[in-house]
């Protein structure tokens, strides 16, 4: 039988225990006939909490561990497990994680975000799904993929550093130019030529991104100066 999916509900009105709803997501009727007991409906009423990890930060969540599963071939139960138990360790929790609506606040879940895409990063696993970071702190991940030399949008490997402010320019000495007053972005060929073609302010919203400065030894360490 079809899983039935949490609904989203306003609460309007209460009086004694009787209290009236106002859907915001559409109730499948259908569904909702075929788990009638005993000539009735019930349901479980879970009251929202505005802090509680979000749809699109579970989502993200599940999408990382497919790609961990798809790239490694461990099975995806085995991936979830590990890199939550990794988490707990890492985090010094007091129990084994949960990504369920209501079990981990959007602060927490942020993170856990953050600790997978890094590992990503350092372990050279590839990000099938483009803007795989927008629930992070992007300026953290933008550093992250910068120093790997991977795009910023979509992940690829062995990409390009690019200025993004205090251009070099076309004819000037790129030995004589101050790199450290310039801000960057790590793009692949497709993205780079994109973001020449579109303009950076364009760009950058875009794929929700924010150019960074980097430090003279940041600079050094991936070949730019």
């Known amino acids: ?25 559409e109730l499948d009727i259908n569904e909702t006939v075929k788990r009638r007991y005993n000539g009735k409906y019930f349901a479980i009423l879970d009251i929202f909490d505005p802090d509680t ?11 990382l561990i497919g790609d961990y599963a798809e790239f490694t071939g461990v099975p995806l139960d085995a991936a979830d497990a590990y890199f939550k138990y990794q988490f707990m360790i890492e985090m010094d929790l007091d129990e084994f994680p949960s990504v369920g609506r209501g079990r981990m606040d959007k602060t927490t879940a942020s993170v856990l975000l953050e600790y997978l895409i890094t590992y990503f990063i350092h372990h050279d696993v590839p990000f099938r799904k483009q803007q795989f970071y927008l629930t992070t702190d992007a300026s953290k991940m933008n550093f992250s993929l910068i120093m790997k030399r991977m795009c910023n949008v979509c ?3 062995q990409s390009d550093i690019h200025h993004a402010t205090n251009l070099v320019g076309i004819g000037n000495k790129r030995a004589n130019h101050n790199h ?6 790590c793009l692949c060929r497709e993205h780079h030529i994109s973001a020449h073609s579109m303009g950076l302010e364009e760009f950058c919203q875009r794929h929700h991104l924010k150019p960074i400065k980097l430090t003279e030894e940041n600079l050094k360490e991936i070949g730019v100066i």
Do not use: C, N, W
Not at 53 to 63: E, V
């Open 180 to 185: 450290v007053d310039s801000t960057y972005l």
């Open 53 to 63: 990890i979000t749809d699109l930060q579970r989502k993200h969540y599940f999408a």
């Open 1 to 25: 039988m079809k899983k039935v999916e949490s609904l989203k509900a306003q609460i309007v009105a209460q009086k004694g225990q009787s209290v009236e709803l106002k859907l915001i997501d």
């Open 155 to 157: 992940g690829k490997p």
